[in-house]
């Protein structure tokens, strides 16, 4: 079962900004590409953005520009630091390695609206 623990989001206004968090178990995080997911009402989970043990990243072209991932080894954490959101932004927000395990932690809930 995937450990990890997802927190730092909540309610923020359109062009607002938000970072959120993953603390992932160190056997988990150790030599793992890492990735943020979400999962909007009514649709399925999609990847947004993943880095690997080295630090490289990948965006989808949705938040390319607005998102940026990064990752401390020391701490066993990735974030995901989220700029100039949308409403379309609105979803729980997950982390997992990646390619993902077919289990997920309880995610972080983003609400984008006025």
């Known amino acids: 079962q995937v450990q990890v623990v997802e927190s730092g989001g909540g309610l923020v206004q359109p062009g607002g900004s938000l970072r959120l968090s993953c603390v992932a178990s160190a056997r988990l995080f150790e030599f793992n590409s890492m990735g943020w997911y979400r999962q909007a009402p009514g649709k399925q989970r999609e990847l947004v953005a993943t880095i690997t043990s080295g630090g490289k990243s990948t965006y989808a072209d949705s938040v390319k520009g607005r998102f940026t991932i990064s990752r401390d080894n020391a701490k066993n954490t990735i974030y995901l630091q989220m700029n100039s959101l949308k409403p379309e932004d609105t979803a729980v927000y997950y982390c997992?390695?990646?390619?993902?395990?077919?289990?997920w932690g309880q995610g972080t809930q983003v609400i984008v609206s006025s």
């Open positions: 997992n390695t990646w390619p993902s395990l077919d289990s």
